[in-house]
Antibody
């Protein structure tokens, strides 16, 4: 059974850097074809894809946020870390990580709500 | 950038059929995936590759894709199907995924 869980701060101040960790079980990020992605959802709004990292360390970023995002993996710890710099109130959202074996995401973590406020 | 447009809302009576559309330029040439998101919960994959269902998803959920429109069909709608539904594709030109605008399904 594959499970993922997001962790990180619930509140960050504007201009600060957000660091989120996705800890997973039931699969290995060293297995060919496997990826882990990050998706966020502002309150009451639609899903927005952020970043994706693959077993071979190949990475993809949302073009609109690429300059602010970094995704890394620690295969030995079964973790993927997403950092987002220069946080702004518009970045307030629930952040999800999800397993990917092809073009889709399944399953997803429970999500973590991050509020950006001074 | 690739835009996926969904109707904001669809209302359906119990036992009837709900059809949720996802419009995109030549979307029929891409594989479409659908997620169900109930209030306060994470999205759940209900259809992948246009019309395949993950294990555990009822046969009442089906999908189709042609031309500029993909459709998620929910047959014999139940109260428990009330949720937001999102379509998603991988655009090879951009080499990343895109999500649709989302549709809220209300069971009357």
């Amino acid at each position: 059974q594959i499970t993922l869980k997001e962790s990180g701060p619930t509140l960050v101040k504007p201009t600060q850097t957000l660091t989120l960790t996705c800890t997973f079980s039931g699969f290995s990020l060293s297995t060919s074809g496997v990826g882990v992605g990050w998706i966020r959802q502002p309150p009451g709004k639609a899903l927005e894809w952020l970043a994706l990292i693959y077993w071979n360390d190949d990475k993809r970023y949302s073009p609109s946020l690429k300059s602010r995002l970094t995704i890394t993996k620690d295969t030995s710890k079964n973790q993927v870390v997403l950092t987002m710099t220069n946080m702004d109130p518009v970045d307030t959202a629930t952040y999800y990580c999800a397993h990917s074996l092809s073009e889709w995401f399944d399953p997803w973590g429970q999500g973590t709500l991050v509020t950006v406020s001074s | 950038s690739y835009v996926l447009t969904q109707p904001p809302s669809v209302s359906v009576a119990p036992g009837q059929t709900a059809r949720i559309t996802c419009g995109g330029n030549n979307i029929g040439s891409k594989s479409v995936h659908w997620y169900q998101q109930k209030p306060g919960q994470a999205p759940v994959l209900v259809v992948y590759d246009d019309s395949d269902r993950p294990s555990g998803i009822p046969e009442r959920f089906s999908g189709s894709n042609s031309g500029n429109t993909a459709t998620l069909t929910i047959s014999r709608v139940e109260a428990g199907d009330e949720a937001d539904y999102y379509c998603q594709v991988w655009d090879s030109s951009s080499d990343h995924p895109f999500f649709g605008t989302g549709t809220k399904v209300t069971v009357l």
